[in-house]
């Protein structure tokens, strides 16, 4: 299912493989670190959809570096300066995967997204038309859709295998998983991070709506942000110059995918429809956009 100009599923001759994530290839280095392989595939609705989105892993790696290097004064990441040529010895394999693998330190995953919304929109929205609330929090009345908040609030979830549905759940849940002191240390570095990166994409055009963190722990118990960090695929990226309150915006992320499916009588379970290559190629040029506007 490999194009020349896409890379669905990444195969490596030189490294063992551990696990096969939504996006993610993840392979064995040694009991220190591990390898992460960016691949084109694309989830929505927590499957993972048959054809890949060309140069989608790319640009993720790409965006993911730029915001871990940006936010390592506020906390520690799963980056470490070793390069593919020194963990993989066949060339093939390096050119494979060149700019869209990264070796990382090995870390323990907490159970739990981390998820910050800014802006009432997709399910929050759907939650406070009903009950007034967004994932239990109660939000002031008369509030529009895809309007800003007060303030940014925490709503986290659970992690779900390949194929299930996400769940959100309370603050308390994760004091359950977690206990209290790592609980509020999730909350408050999630918020910070989202403040701080809502302000500078905001200043080149990008609304960040809301976005998804995750975190993990080494033998010591120290806090890390790891897999990906605000990317157009953890992320609701809207042009601020076409933002509007009372609608929904158009996105630089996967949105546009998600509407598409949504038009479709498709029940949002495995296996998912085929995507005409018109809309896969117009997904691609919304993630390349976000990437220039962010970093360049």
């Not at 929505?44 to 004064?73: C, H, M």
């Not at 809502?198 to 976005?211: H, K």
Request: negative net charge; contains cysteine; glycine residues 4%.
């Amino acid at each position: 299912m490999n194009t020349p100009d896409a890379l669905y599923e990444s195969s490596l001759s030189c490294l063992s493989l551990r696990t096969k994530g939504k996006v993610r290839d993840i392979y064995e280095i040694n009991d220190n670190y591990m390898l992460i392989v960016t691949t084109d595939r694309l989830s929505a609705f927590d499957v993972i959809l048959p054809e890949p989105i060309p140069g989608k892993g790319r640009i993720l790696t790409n965006v993911s570096n730029f915001w871990f290097y940006k936010t390592q004064s506020l906390i520690a990441n799963h980056l470490v300066d070793i390069s593919l040529e020194e963990v993989m010895d066949n060339a093939d394999d390096i050119a494979q995967v060149k700019g869209r693998a990264v070796v990382v330190k090995r870390l323990k995953p907490l159970p739990v997204e981390a998820i910050v919304r800014g802006y009432l929109i997709g399910s929050g929205w759907k939650d406070y038309q009903k009950t007034g609330e967004v994932c239990g929090i109660q939000l002031v009345e008369n509030l529009q859709q895809a309007q800003q908040l007060p303030k940014a609030i925490y709503t986290p979830s659970s992690k779900a295998n390949i194929g299930k549905h996400d769940e959100n759940i309370s603050f308390d849940k994760t004091v359950e998983l977690l206990g209290l002191e790592m609980a509020e240390k999730v909350r408050d570095i999630s918020l910070k991070l989202y403040i701080e990166a809502a302000s500078y994409a905001q200043e080149r055009g990008i609304i960040i709506a809301d976005t998804k963190f995750e975190f993990g722990v080494d033998n010591e118990n120290k806090l890390y942000l790891i897999d990906e960090v605000l990317t157009p695929d953890s992320s609701r990226f809207w042009p601020a110059d076409q933002y509007q309150v009372g609608i929904s915006p158009p996105s630089f992320d996967k949105q546009y995918i998600r509407d598409y499916l949504e038009s479709l009588a498709w029940d949002k379970t495995s296996p998912a429809p085929t995507l005409p290559e018109t809309v896969r190629l117009q997904c691609a040029k919304k993630y390349h956009e976000a990437e220039v506007k962010l970093i360049n």
